[in-house]
Every structure is written in C-alpha cells, then in structure tokens.
C-alpha cells in the first residue's frame, strides 16, 4: 500500500519560511505527477503547486514568486520551500500523487502564520 507522509509545517510569522517535505513508499516514483494542496477552514481544498514526471511545475497565482516546488526522485521525496509567508497562508497542506490510476493522499500538516 502507497503511503505519503507530510513533515515540517508549524507555526511562522508573516514573512518567514518553511519547507514543507513529503516521503512516499512507491516503486517507479518518479513517473508520477505530484502536487501540494491546501485547505483552509471553511474553504475548499486548492491546489498550491504541481510537478510532473518530466519536472514541469505550475503553481497557483496566489503563491507565484514565493514558493518553489521540487522533487528528489532519487529519495522519493517532493518538497516545497514557502518564502514570504501570509496569514493566509494559514491551512493544512496535502501532498498529493497520482498517474496510472492512482491518486494518493498524504495525512496533511498544518502551517499556520501569526504574528
């Protein structure tokens, strides 16, 4: 069974970083395309970020100029490094894997900005 597992949310002031991290237990990971999403309460989740197999990215206009998604596929890992942190920013980020009919939610981890 394919398991994504999220690491280093937390809490952030306005203007700081983090980098978020996602580990998956799958063979061939590097044909699959994976993304970053987020759910803020009350709100639909929505994509932050993608990356394909061949490394194209695409992000959402909101978040454009300040993160950077990238992918290890040597140790199965995608990352995304947030600078430029807003409030609202604040959510739960997911990272997602899907292709070849699979679609593979992580458990999420929870960024929160505040001063």
């Known amino acids: 069974q394919v398991h994504l597992v999220e690491s280093g949310g937390g809490l952030v002031q306005p203007g700081g970083s983090l980098r978020l991290s996602c580990s998956a237990s799958?063979?061939?990971?590097?044909?699959?395309?994976l993304g970053w999403y987020r759910q803020a309460p009350g709100k639909e989740r929505e994509l932050v970020a993608a990356?394909?197999?061949?490394?194209?990215?695409n992000y959402a206009d909101s978040v454009k100029g300040r993160f950077t998604i990238s992918r290890d596929n040597a140790k199965k890992a995608l990352y995304l490094q947030m600078n430029s942190l807003k409030p609202e920013d604040t959510a739960v980020y997911y990272c997602?894997?899907?292709?070849?009919?699979?679609?593979?939610w992580g458990q999420g981890t929870q960024v929160t900005v505040s001063s």
């Open positions: 990356i394909g197999g061949g490394g194209n990215t």
């Open positions: 997602n894997l899907n292709g070849f009919g699979k679609n593979i």
């Open positions: 799958i063979s061939m990971f590097s044909v699959y395309n």
